[in-house]
């Protein structure tokens, strides 16, 4: 199962929206491997009828009063993005011109 | 009352208070004194990305103002601190230790850092970390790592290195922390002072940049059992901002290290902690410690946790997989880092977001993002991540089970001493075992400690001892560690951290620089 081909790595690297160098993919298909192989260890646990344990304390909804408020101005919210135009923020067209 | 030694940056936080308080000090001077240390030994420690010296000094000549004026203070009023660059500061810089975010200045405070504001802890810097907290070393900080004072070759521990070391070299008296698998704890233990992981929920986590959203708690570090106290005090108690945070009184800490007394307690010793792999001198620290408790006249009483062995491949798969969703924030088009691809005309957002991240984020970062990929893909959910939570579940109860034999547990914090810069950089698992005693309670969210125990023999570095409570009983954590904390302190003559080597005057690199 922890048999990672190196598609297999540059596959799930565009997943996570990461370009990886031929030299970072060589290094991360051996470090993956050892690890998944290490991390498999869960499977050997006694896990049967067991429910899963997303959080350690229950999780309730919790909303605020509907109240309006003050809230960040534009300006402060753009101010740390690499780009903004016109108070929004400017990122790379998607979409070819035509 | 206590005498304050001729070097302000050497007392105890809780002296200082005591001092400011009865107005023998002003915290300008006290502020003073630990900006001229940071001039001069930060340069070899490098325990800070960024110090403010104006902006700590402007801090405390308002709280010296309103002290002047009659106003009532907080208990720490006065003493300034140093923050983790987790947490956001508002028109400080905040990098998380990480290339993706430098230079980035948030709009806003964690709500930890506005109760230090509110508390009047003068703030004087954002201390060094492993990206985005991934690490045991601060090894993987993109700023280069920081330094343990005991021997400058050696780590500080990690991810919270900065906040550790900074504490050791006598640049703060206090810090904060952060602690996802024992970021608080294991960099305590290997310079020889106190961190605490409060119970989950137990401080707020809005304004922290996450790492695992179900793991991560910040936490109090300090010298001292009581200066950790009292600063958790200040951090801890429910806020609205953080649909996690526990609404309810936060526990006595304060009374409980002031009181230091643990007869009639029950003291569990957890046999899966400290058996192979554990250093002999750190173990040998550890089973002083637990004599000298029952000397105190605490009963100790072996437990056995059966399914912690499965705790440290449930938390690498756990962690990763609420890493990969929580770093996705980061994608070149809303704040931070942008990169262009190079030798693309016209690159597309999805290609940009890609080199973005490639070009900012360091390789433990990318190696967890991509392992939470994979344990997260529809093929192997059930099998890895699916898994790990069932084990955590099973961790739940052995902690359960464990706390109906005893009050607290114990172990030693980190199966060894501070290993040597380099030695495990490139060896992720060698690395991951680091944190094999501290991971169970992130995986549970009970509260946890760490306490120095003494000097390995073999190498004459800093061993320490973890305390482990039930959730909502931190104040229990404080109790047996101020009573150990001063049994040790009579054996020692002193506070350990006396003995570590005096770092010489060097010149600064450090100043208002960084990240």
Known sequence: ?98 | MTDLPSDLTRATAADLADALARGALSSVEVTQAHLDRIAQVDGQVHSYLHVDGEGALAQARTVDERRAAGESLGALAGVPIAVKDVMTTKGMPTTCGSRMLEGWVPPYDATVVTRLREGGLPLLGKTNMDEFAMGSSTEHSAYGPSHNPWDLERIPGGSGGGSSSVLASFQAPLATGTDTGGSIRQPAAVTATVGTKPTYGGVSRYGLVALASSLDQAGPCGRTVLDTALLHAVMAGHDPMDSTSIDAPVPPVVEAARAADVRGMRIGVVKELGGEGYQPGVRARFDESVALLEQLGAEVVEVSCPNFEYALAAYYLILPSEASSNLAKFDAMRYGLRVRPEGVQAPSAEQVMAATRDAGFGPEVKRRIILGTYALSSGYYDAYYGSAQKVRALIARDFDAAYEQADVLVSPTAPTTAFRLGDKLDDPLAMYLNDIATIPANLAGVPGMSVPSGLADEDGLPAGIQILAPAMKDERLYSVGAALEAALLDRWGGPILDRAPALGAATSTSGTTGA
């Not at chain 1, 192989?37 to 509907?66: C, F, I, K, Y």
């Open chain 1, 1 to 98: 199962m922890a048999n990672l081909t190196r598609d297999d790595v540059a596959h799930l690297a565009g997943l996570a929206r990461i370009e990886l160098s031929d030299a970072e993919l060589d290094r991360m298909v051996g470090e993956l491997g050892i690890i998944l192989e290490s991390v498999a260890q869960v499977q050997q646990a006694p896990t049967e009828g067991v429910d899963p344990m997303s959080h350690p304390m229950p999780l309730t909804n919790v909303t605020r009063p509907d109240v309006v408020r003050p809230s960040l101005g534009a300006e402060a919210v753009l101010a740390g993005a690499p780009e903004a135009d016109q108070q929004r923020f400017s990122v790379p067209r998607i979409l070819d011109e035509d």
